[in-house]
Nanobody
């Protein structure tokens, strides 16, 4: 499955943004999908994951309550809604698909190319 992220851009602190992770080449509905980010000079950070059915989503404490992962399997797309954005949320955001255990530890073989999010006034 090929993954393409979109929706990144420049947003002011306190603003919101929704990222999309669109799949092609295979159905995304059989995979858990996770979101990660990487800021310059920092390690890749796991943000959260949604199960294949969309029935459950789990988040890291750093984004819990501000970020929401959802999916529309009919559209083969997973979303990351980001609210109350802070400058420290600036990073390249990636989605990854696969078995949930592999996704959570960043060892899935399916990754998108990333989309840049910049939070600045």
């Amino acid at each position: 499955v090929q993954l393409v992220e979109s929706g990144g851009g420049l947003v002011e602190p306190g603003g919101s943004l929704t990222l999309s992770c669109a799949a092609s080449g295979d159905t995304l509905s059989i995979y858990a999908v996770g979101w990660f980010r990487q800021a310059p000079g920092k390690e890749r950070e796991y943000l959260g994951v949604i199960t294949w059915s969309g029935g459950e989503a789990y988040y890291e404490d750093s984004v819990k309550g501000r970020f929401t992962i959802s999916r529309d399997n009919a559209k083969n797309t997973v979303y990351l809604r980001m609210n109350s954005l802070k400058p420290e949320d600036s990073a390249v955001y990636y989605c990854s698909a696969g078995p949930i255990a592999a996704v959570i530890v960043g060892r899935s073989s399916h990754w998108g190319q990333g989309t840049q999010v910049t939070v600045s006034s």
